[in-house]
C-alpha cells in the first residue's frame, strides 16, 4: 500500500511509542507480584509514550492542534488540523499484564477525521486508514464482516466499571444484545474494539461514555473498510454523544436498534 507523508509520519510515531511501551510491559510482569504493584509505573509509561508521539507529531507539523489523553489540549496556529492521540488505550490491561493495549493516533481535518493508526507492540498488528485510500492490516487490505443478521454476530462492547457510567442501563442494553446475538466480547480497549470491527474480527460493537482519543482512530478505519458508525442516537455526533455503534450496513442497523430499546416496565 502507498501511504501519504502524514499517515508515514503517524505510523513512525506509533512504532516508537508502541517500541517504548514494550519494554515497560516486560517490566509490568515483575512488578505484578509487588506489594506496591506496577501502577505507578504504569502511569509513567503511559506519560513517556505520550510524549514520543506528541514529539514525532509536531515535529512534522508543529502549527497542528494537539488532543491527548494525558495532556492540556493545544489549538495550533494552523485552526483546521489537530491530532487526536491516546498513547495507551488499554491502561488496565497492560496494568494488569494482558497483552491487548495499543497506541491510537487520528488526524482530524476541519472537524473530520481524515486518517488514523492504531498498534498493538505485543502483537505487533498496525492498522492503518487514510480517507479513500481504504483500510489495511499490516499493509493487508481488510474489510467490515459481511454477516447479515445478528444472530449470526459476535459484538463487543465496554463494559462500565467502578466509578463509571450507568451500571444500570448497561446491563439493560447487554440483556437486549445477548438474546439477538452469537456472542458479546469485552477486550477492554475500545480502538482495539474498533479495529477489529475493521478487519472482521468482529461484526459490531456499541459502548457509551467514551472519549474521542478513545474513537477517532478506530472510526475511520471501520469507514474505509465499509462499515458504518453512528453515536447510539444515530446521527453522526459521536464525538459530543461520547458513544459508538458500529458494524457493516446492515448489522450497525440491527444493533443500534437493540440497544436502543426501551427499558421494561415492571
Not at 510515531?13 to 514494550?22: C, D, M, P, R, Y
Not at 497492560?94 to 488514523?116: K, T
Not at 505487533?124 to 499490516?138: Q, S
Request: proline residues 3%; charged residues 25%.
Amino acid at each position: 500500500m502507498a501511504r501519504s507523508a502524514l499517515l508515514n509520519v503517524m505510523v513512525q510515531a506509533a512504532l516508537k511509542a508502541g517500541k517504548s511501551l514494550s519494554r515497560d510491559f516486560g517490566e509490568v510482569q515483575n512488578l505484578q507480584v509487588s506489594v506496591k504493584g506496577p501502577s505507578d509505573f504504569v502511569s509513567q509509561a503511559d506519560l513517556k509514550a505520550e510524549k514520543i508521539v506528541y514529539d514525532e507529531l509536531m515535529k512534522a507539523r508543529p502549527t497542528y492542534g494537539f488532543l491527548g489523553e494525558e495532556s492540556q489540549e493545544e489549538k495550533g496556529t494552523d485552526g483546521s488540523h489537530r491530532w487526536i492521540v491516546d498513547p495507551l488505550d488499554g491502561t488496565t490491561n497492560f496494568l494488569h499484564g494482558i497483552p491487548q493495549f495499543a497506541v491510537s493516533i487520528a488526524l482530524e481535518r476541519n472537524g473530520e477525521i481524515v486518517a488514523g493508526v492504531i498498534f498493538n507492540p505485543a502483537t505487533d498488528e498496525l492498522f492503518t486508514a487514510e480517507k479513500g485510500g481504504g483500510a489495511f492490516l499490516n499493509d493487508r487490505r481488510i474489510r467490515v464482516a459481511a454477516r447479515r443478521v445478528l444472530s449470526d454476530c459476535v459484538i463487543g462492547s465496554g463494559v462500565p466499571h467502578l466509578g463509571r457510567g450507568n451500571h444500570g442501563k448497561f446491563l439493560v442494553e447487554l440483556r437486549h444484545v445477548m438474546g439477538e446475538v452469537a456472542g458479546v466480547r469485552r477486550f477492554g480497549a475500545a480502538a482495539l474494539d474498533l479495529a477489529y470491527v475493521a478487519a472482521g474480527r468482529l461484526d459490531g460493537f456499541w459502548e457509551v461514555d467514551l472519549s474521542p482519543w478513545d474513537i477517532a482512530a478506530g472510526l475511520i478505519l471501520i469507514r474505509e473498510a465499509g462499515g458504518f458508525t453512528s453515536s447510539m442516537s444515530g446521527g453522526t455526533d459521536i464525538f459530543d454523544h461520547r458513544s459508538v455503534v458500529a458494524g457493516n450496513e446492515l448489522i450497525h442497523k440491527q444493533l443500534l436498534e437493540v440497544v436502543n430499546r426501551p427499558i421494561p416496565s415492571r
